[in-house]
């Protein structure tokens, strides 16, 4: 069985069809491939079109914008339908210049599909597929007590639509060679409601239909062929919508898992440890996402630091390697490095970690794990936040190379006159000897906004502790925060919106100019 060591996903349309003005050239074709040569990335994950309409030369539904006559929407619709139309029209088939380079490059190439979609013929039709223009009753119609996308995506109790679904497949690990499949459960829809559960026998016969596909065609190509789900981290987010996943992966359908509950904001807590447990029992493995956006005034993006950090948990939880998507591009030095670090934990091991917690979601999903800030300080109340460091700090202390460890607490209306008394693992840590240091305000980036998240950090001071080394613990870290006295004649709630812990290491210093 194939096991990789970092993936990355390229969805086709946002990093590539709907950049360029048509026509393309085959360079710029070969990009998706070509960016990638020289990294740590072995598997290339290749989104093959919206789910329904297809970027590339189908035969079995429609291509993306094969039915719009007047192009109403965003100019890069138009640019990836043209683009897509010019490139076929010249003998380059997109997916098959990405599976044919991946392959000469040495990179393992895997199509990605949503496996099912809302939308009706009578909408945007740039993402409505042919099944629901020549057989409309496949989708599911009403549904009272279902997701508003429910009425107008495919109905995975009707014979049709599934056979629609492996002709999908088949199309692109035979005819295009591709060599496996992702599946994306993307919307999360496969049943009317009300019939989700008794119809989870029908989900579980697809999937084994599908390994059966994919055996059947690798059989002749003398490879397995492998077979990836995109997924919630959680059992019975899974069950709720007719995914027998613990099933799935104990019957060995399965090569590997991308748990994707919440993967927009770096987090460094792992949500994944049983799906984890489950899979290596029967010599598969999993590739948790590293979160590409921060809920910061501070950053844009994650840091090397941060993903250093959230790396060294998720490997202590079980990850096989890690899942990287939506990277800028054209990929920066910045991306380079992030390829080149975590496709091994050696790399990183003992680099600088920006271990930095997560804020709260803006929705509230039952199924994940609730995450410890914002908190608000209440007066005689101590509040209690795990930090879950991945670092052996004793094996770093014992060979000289731990430099500093560094906690930082952003405390939102914070006045010097307050009384806080502040322990880690219960240790007591002194304000009088933090630097203190106190910011009118904060802009958060965009992503995190969009998502409904605060856009303004309110004004807050950062109150920072160099730390004894020998107080933190590789492990489940205990922060203690109590408001013993608050000032009475400022009445304003103080809460703590950001933790952070640093593991800054020793190395020589990096030269500069003509320094030798």
């Not at 990009?31 to 297809?54: A, E, N, R, S, W």
């Not at 590739?287 to 941060?306: A, C, S, W």
């Not at 794990?369 to 094996?395: C, F, M, S, W």
Request: proline share 6%; net charge negative; aromatic share 10%.
């Amino acid at each position: 069985m194939y096991k990789p060591k970092l993936i990355y996903y390229h969805d086709s349309r946002h990093y590539l069809l709907y950049r360029f003005d048509p026509p393309m050239s085959l360079n710029q074709l070969r990009k998706p491939v070509d960016d990638l040569i020289g990294t740590g990335i072995d598997t290339l994950v290749y989104g093959v079109g919206m789910g329904q309409t297809f970027l590339y030369d189908t035969n079995v539904g429609y291509r993306f914008g094969e039915k719009i006559d007047l192009h109403d929407r965003n100019i890069v619709w138009w640019r990836a339908s043209e683009n897509l139309e010019t490139a076929i029209k010249a003998g380059n088939d997109p997916f098959k210049i990405i599976v044919d380079r991946a392959h000469e490059k040495g990179i393992r190439i895997i199509g990605s599909i949503r496996i099912n979609d809302s939308g009706a013929p009578d909408g945007n039709t740039y993402n409505v597929g042919k099944l629901k223009y020549e057989n409309p009753e496949v989708m599911i119609g009403e549904d009272p007590n279902g997701s508003p996308h429910a009425p107008t995506s495919l109905d995975f109790a009707k014979d049709v639509v599934r056979e629609e679904r492996l002709a999908v497949i088949e199309e692109i690990c035979d005819r295009y060679g591709a060599d496996g499949i992702e599946i994306d459960e993307y919307i999360r829809i496969f049943f009317k409601s009300s019939e989700i559960k008794q119809n989870i026998p029908i989900l579980t016969k697809w999937i084994t239909d599908v390994r059966n596909l994919l055996d059947q065609i690798g059989k002749k190509r003398n490879q397995r062929l492998s077979l990836s789900l995109r997924i919630h981290p959680s059992e019975k987010a899974n069950l709720d919508i007719g995914i027998d996943i613990k099933h799935w992966i104990q019957k060995g359908i399965i090569d590997w898992i991308i748990p994707h509950g919440d993967t927009s904001i770096v987090d460094t807590v792992p949500d994944f440890g049983w799906m984890a447990n489950e899979i290596h029992k029967v010599g598969g493995t999993i590739y948790p996402p590293l979160g590409r956006e921060t809920y910061d005034d501070r950053y844009q993006t994650p840091t090397i630091e941060m993903l250093r950090a959230t790396a060294t948990n998720f490997n202590a939880a079980g990850a096989d390697g890690f899942y990287l998507a939506d990277r800028q591009w054209p990929h920066t030095n910045k991306e380079y490095q992030i390829f080149r670090e975590m496709s091994d934990p050696v790399i990183y091991s003992r680099k600088n970690k920006h271990y930095a917690l997560a804020y709260e979601r803006p929705k509230n999903d039952p199924h994940l794990n609730k995450r410890y800030l914002p908190q608000v300080l209440k007066e005689g109340e101590t509040n209690k936040i795990p930090i879950i460091i991945g670092d052996d700090i004793p094996a770093a202390i014992k060979d000289n190379e731990l430099e500093n460890i560094k906690l930082g607490l952003r405390v939102c209306q914070y006045n010097v006159r307050d009384q806080i008394n502040i322990k880690l693992n219960n240790h007591p840590l002194s304000i009088s000897d933090a630097k203190l240091t106190s910011f009118y305000g904060g802009i958060v980036p965009y992503f995190p906004q969009k998502l409904g998240m605060p856009g303004r950090i309110d004004t807050h001071h950062w109150i920072e502790f160099t730390l004894p080394k020998t107080i933190v613990f590789q492990g489940e870290n205990i922060l203690e925060i109590t408001m013993m006295q608050q000032w009475k004649d400022f009445i304003i709630e103080r809460s703590v919106n950001s933790v952070e812990i640093w593991i800054n290491y020793t190395d020589i210093p990096e030269q500069i100019g003509q320094q030798m």
